[in-house]
């Protein structure tokens, strides 16, 4: 196999996504390396959410081909959905977490779901909590923290089950700047410990700031790649 191709984990080709007459995106293609950070940054209502919600089959594309770590998207069954997303974290904006479950077992849940057993999940959620900075507040409940609090639950449960890929959706577009900056530098220490890492964003200075492959889109198109 080419050298090239071995390092790919993500590639797009020819992908279009339609709602109806809309098209959200149009003939996307794109190749993502292991381990690259990239940032796909546009206008509102560019396509940026939808090409994250394709990469993990949250929306199915309308045409062309998805492959991910060699699965091709369009040929996985339902009952593989769960095993392709595991290969991801997913970080969001709003930030979704359950409103009604600790912060503890917001990031545990994840490691349920994959079949771990209690005492293998209390080290693992600790030691993420810790790492992102909100260990303290395990026991609370999401809706006491603040917007730089909740946004590191949510990159917690992002890591916690140690995926490939990272996805994060305009992840500081709702922070402070001193909070969106921390959770810049959670982003870089995921992508330093071996993650790849796209992130859909608006935020000029956190893209000038920070290395990574800017991928713009407009229209649904890719405008730019540099
Ligand atoms: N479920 C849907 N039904 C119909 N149209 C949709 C749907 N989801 C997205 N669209 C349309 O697709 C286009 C791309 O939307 P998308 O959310 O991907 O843009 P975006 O680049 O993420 O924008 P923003 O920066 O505002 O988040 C928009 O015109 C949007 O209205
Ligand atoms: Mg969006």
Do not use: C, W
Request: aromatic share 6%; charged share 25%; net charge positive.
């Amino acid at each position: 196999m080419h050298a090239e191709r071995k390092n790919t984990i993500i590639r797009m080709f020819n992908v279009s996504k339609r709602y109806g007459k809309m098209e959200a995106l149009s003939n996307l293609s794109l190749e993502v390396r292991k381990n690259e950070f990239i940032f796909v940054t546009g206008p509102s209502g560019a396509g940026k959410s939808t090409m994250i919600k394709l990469l993990y089959k949250g929306e199915s594309a309308s045409s062309g081909a998805i492959l991910v770590d060699g699965m091709n998207l369009a040929r996985i069954s339902r009952k593989q959905i769960p095993m392709l997303r595991r290969q991801f974290g997913v970080i969001f904006q709003d930030f979704k977490l359950i409103p009604t479950k600790t912060v503890f077992q917001n990031v545990a849940l994840v490691l349920a779901v994959a079949g771990l057993k209690p005492k293998e999940i209390y080290p693992r959620v600790m030691d993420v909590l810790e790492r992102v900075g909100i260990d303290d507040r395990a026991e609370e409940f999401p809706p006491v923290l603040s917007g730089g609090e909740k946004q590191r639950v949510a990159v917690a449960r992002a890591m916690v089950g140690g995926p490939k890929i990272v996805l994060a959706d305009e992840p500081t577009g709702s922070l402070d700047p001193d909070s969106a900056a921390h959770i810049f530098q959670l982003l870089r220490a995921v992508h330093e410990a071996g993650a790849t890492v796209i992130v859909a964003t608006h935020d000029q200075q956190m893209i000038n700031n920070h290395d990574g492959r800017v991928v713009r889109l407009e229209k649904g198109r890719m405008a730019r790649e540099n």
